[in-house]
């Protein structure tokens, strides 16, 4: 996958002040506050800031945390992560693999079959909605 690298600035004009604060500065939102945390619309969740596939609707879970929970990506490639040591703690950061964008983290306590809950800040994400299917009359 092709990295997507731009200058700041330019992140700062594409996205918005808590988008920027979230994907380039791992900021993270106010638990219960984003607009995915009880969203359920089926469909595909992208990165905000460069439209990278991230997350299906059917990997959606109630995690009761306040953030949209996942049991796992897309495809093995759309994120990335590394260790946060920040806060005085160890957990694991998930990025996008195409911007790098910051994204959330993941805990190792999920529901089966993976056992993972990828915790996703709503201002990380931008819903792309399933097509409605065609009723026929």
């Not at 160890?90 to 056992?115: I, K, M, N, Q, Y």
């Amino acid at each position: 996958m092709q990295k997507i690298e731009k200058p700041d600035a330019t992140w700062r004009q594409e996205l918005t002040p808590e988008q920027y604060h979230v994907l380039r500065e791992k900021g993270t939102e106010r638990a219960f506050t984003g607009i995915y945390w009880d969203e359920h619309t089926p469909g595909l969740y992208r990165c905000a800031a460069c439209g990278n596939p991230l997350f299906s609707s059917d990997t959606k879970f109630e995690s009761g945390t306040g953030w949209p929970s996942f049991t796992n990506p897309v495809n093995d490639g759309s994120v990335d992560t590394e260790t946060d040591r920040s806060f005085f703690m160890s957990r694991t950061e998930v990025h996008c693999s195409a911007c790098g964008g910051h994204l959330g983290h993941v805990f190792p306590d999920g529901p089966r079959p993976t056992g993972l809950r990828y915790c996703i800040n709503s201002a990380s994400l931008a819903l792309e909605a399933a097509p409605e299917p065609i009723q026929e009359v």
